[in-house]
């Protein structure tokens, strides 16, 4: 008796779900090391180095210093892109970053200044606060609605700040946490926003390739106006190959893009992915990277649909998401993965709410993190 006395508090707590980590925006290890992806890159690489008389360079005799990357990656990039969106990409619009957060510190640097006012929506990606701030730039938030950044309230901050906002920061599909994608509709209206009240959208791309379903909506940069651009769609492969490969791109009229070239680290150091892009050039040419891409949404669809089931099961409520990493979900008592309040300016908002990532665990480690949060 005296002994099961001692045991039961013990056994118990080892057959209860048990919280996981829930807050690693990563994807699961699973989807980096299979056999295809290896033998895909590999043959890759091979080809990349093949080029390392121009790949190891600034640039060659023919094009100049490649400072907005390499152009047959660009002109690669381009032919990918227009598979992917269905729509025509002009190579020249196009520049090669160290992800998508390179493109939009670049954006913020050299098209802002410090005291210029950028405005996000509330709920966020809350590290593009740190990259605000770095510019030297004050921050204001707006709510998002269900079709993404409520533009009233974009509007009011506008005509309260006149002439100080020049920077719109959004993650325009499949939103970081919310999930949320923006409407076509609303898209149009935040351009016309944009020329009416001379400030630039900078469009966080980072799941528009990564789709469980048709997202219905194309980059940003489709609704800009090249007569008066206003828009920097950035993307990235860190969410479809893996995040070490840090390359992604900048879209965006020559207008936009070539100023970013000026910054000093870029200026004086040149294109920072020349080699590592185009060691990736084959893997998009030879139809491997689509076929990668399939994967990985399917599977992670996978894992969405299972968590979505599992919080509901355990009585929570949680928008489905059609693409993305996230989903954001309040709280009944019990909390897990990243505090929603992070994802507020001054953290004095969503502090009931969780920003729960389905890529990292096991599907295992899902459902019992879910669960832990049973009341």
């Not at 949320?180 to 966080?204: C, G, H, P, Q, W």
Request: charged share 25%; aromatic share 10%.
């Amino acid at each position: 008796w005296f002994t099961r006395r001692l045991l039961c508090p013990i056994l118990e707590t080892m057959s209860a779900p048990q919280a996981q980590d829930f807050i690693k925006g990563w994807p699961h290890p699973e989807l980096l090391g299979g056999d295809a992806l290896r033998t895909a890159l590999t043959e890759s690489f091979k080809k990349g180095i093949e080029m390392s008389e121009q790949t190891l360079n600034y640039g060659d005799k023919e094009n100049g210093a490649y400072m907005l990357g390499h152009p047959k990656f660009r002109q690669g990039l381009a032919k990918f892109l227009e598979g992917q969106y269905g729509a025509p990409v002009d190579w020249k619009h196009l520049m090669s970053t160290v992800g998508a957060s390179m493109g939009t510190d670049l954006a913020m640097r050299v098209h802002c200044k410090p005291g210029d006012i950028c405005v996000v929506e509330e709920p966020t990606y809350f590290l593009s606060f740190t990259m605000a701030r770095n510019a030297g730039m004050e921050l204001r938030g707006v709510p998002i609605c269900p079709d993404g950044i409520d533009l009233d309230a974009l509007e009011k901050v506008c005509e309260e700040c006149k002439g100080k906002v020049k920077m719109v920061y959004t993650v325009s599909v499949h939103h970081n946490p919310t999930g949320i994608t923006m409407s076509n509709e609303k898209r149009a209206k935040l351009i016309e926003m944009a020329k009416k009240y001379d400030f630039f959208v900078a469009s966080d791309e980072a799941y528009q390739l990564l789709n469980f379903e048709p997202s219905g909506v194309k980059p940003m940069f489709y609704h800009d106006d090249p007569e008066n651009p206003k828009v920097f769609s950035i993307g990235t492969f860190s969410k479809l190959i893996g995040p070490g490969t840090k390359v992604g791109w900048v879209h965006a009229h020559e207008k936009l893009l070539k100023p970013l070239t000026s910054i000093g680290w870029i200026d004086s150091g040149n294109n920072p992915v020349i080699f590592s892009s185009m060691n990736l050039l084959h893997f998009m040419e030879s139809g491997a990277l689509a076929k990668h891409i399939e994967m990985v949404s399917k599977d992670l669809g996978e894992r969405a649909k299972l968590i979505c089931k599992k919080i509901r099961d355990v009585g929570l409520e949680v928008r489905e998401p059609k693409g993305g990493y996230f989903v954001w979900v309040q709280s009944k008592g019990k909390m897990t993965g990243r505090s929603g309040e992070a994802m507020a300016i001054n953290k004095d908002k969503f502090q009931d709410f969780m920003r729960l990532c389905f890529c990292w665990l096991t599907r295992a480690q899902l459902e019992e993190g879910i669960e832990y949060l049973r009341q």
